[in-house]
């Protein structure tokens, strides 16, 4: 099993950056693929961006060229950089593991984007 923390979220203004960390307790996280999603009030929740225990990456159109996902496996963590944030960025963000079936989710963090 594992267990997911998100941190990093906050309020910032259009065009800055914030960078999420995910970090994982529990088994094997390497073995897991990571993905981050967002939810904004009254959507439904999206992928944002995915990256497998291989390290290949997938982003939503929305956020290609300025959001990067990236996993350090000593640490534990998945990280997501958003550079050049938009007010249509404001949501919940949260992260995921998922293994043969498995699901895992943390408890989100709230970005905010807006001047």
């Known amino acids: 099993q594992v267990q997911l923390v998100e941190s990093g979220g906050g309020l910032v203004q259009p065009g800055g950056s914030l960078r999420l960390s995910c970090a994982a307790s529990?088994?094997?996280?390497?073995?897991?693929?990571m993905g981050w999603y967002r939810q904004a009030p009254g959507k439904q929740r999206e992928l944002v961006a995915g990256?497998?225990?291989?390290?290949?990456?997938n982003y939503a159109d929305s956020v290609k060229g300025r959001f990067t996902i990236a996993r350090d496996n000593a640490k534990n963590t998945v990280y997501l950089q958003m550079n050049s944030l938009k007010p249509e960025d404001t949501a919940v963000y949260y992260c995921?593991?998922?293994?043969?079936?498995?699901?895992?989710w943390g408890q989100g963090t709230q970005v905010t984007v807006s001047s």
């Open positions: 995921d593991a998922v293994h043969l079936g498995d699901v895992y």
């Open positions: 529990g088994s094997s996280f390497s073995i897991y693929a």
């Open positions: 990256i497998t225990s291989a390290g290949s990456t």
